[in-house]
């Protein structure tokens, strides 16, 4: 969604909704959630992330998810890759935002499993097909915080 709530007519007629989602780095590793099984893309790997609530921005909307899904408290330490994707019935604009954080350990929350991920290896965990381009990005070396934000 818009600022205002309403779509942005992009998507042949169908709402925009806006996600904020957390790349959530640590140790060089980034952080993955496993949906659970039954529910719109179960069993998919994907970044803590939600809807943006009304009035809420993009980036207030990825560290209230990351708190949220995972239990970190994060800090967005770049701006946001910006993806746009149709599903048959909505489209998406998704703000991925590179961020660290100084917690322990996430908590599952919802997710089936969480995992701290190197790099190389994250196309191997099927995601949502909105999330595909971003997984080629980070295993190719992008969408990473700066090196003094904790790499």
């Keep these: 969604m818009n ?9 042949k007629g169908k709402g925009t909704m806006d996600i904020g989602i957390a ?19 179960g ?10 609530l009304p ?7 990825a560290v209230r998810e990351a708190l949220e899904e995972v239990g970190l408290d994060v800090r967005i330490v770049a701006g946001a890759r ?3 994707h149709d ?8 703000h991925f935002f590179p961020c660290v954080t100084n917690d322990e350990e ?3 929350g919802d ?24 997984i080629a990005e980070i295993a190719r070396g992008g969408l990473t915080p700066p090196p003094s934000d904790g790499r």
């Design 3 to 11: 600022g205002n709530g309403k779509g942005n007519g992009k998507g």
């Design 23 to 41: 790349v959530i780095w640590r140790d060089g590793r980034v952080l993955l959630g496993q949906r659970r099984e039954g529910g719109a893309f």
């Design 43 to 52: 069993r998919l790997w994907e970044f803590p992330g939600g809807k943006c």
């Design 55 to 61: 009035g809420e921005g993009p980036d207030e909307c």
């Design 82 to 84: 910006v993806v746009e």
């Design 87 to 94: 599903y048959e019935d909505l489209h998406v604009r998704l």
């Design 106 to 108: 996430p908590t599952p």
């Design 111 to 134: 997710y089936a499993a969480i995992r701290w991920v190197l790099p190389c290896e994250v196309g191997a965990f099927p995601c949502p097909a909105a999330n595909v381009a971003v």
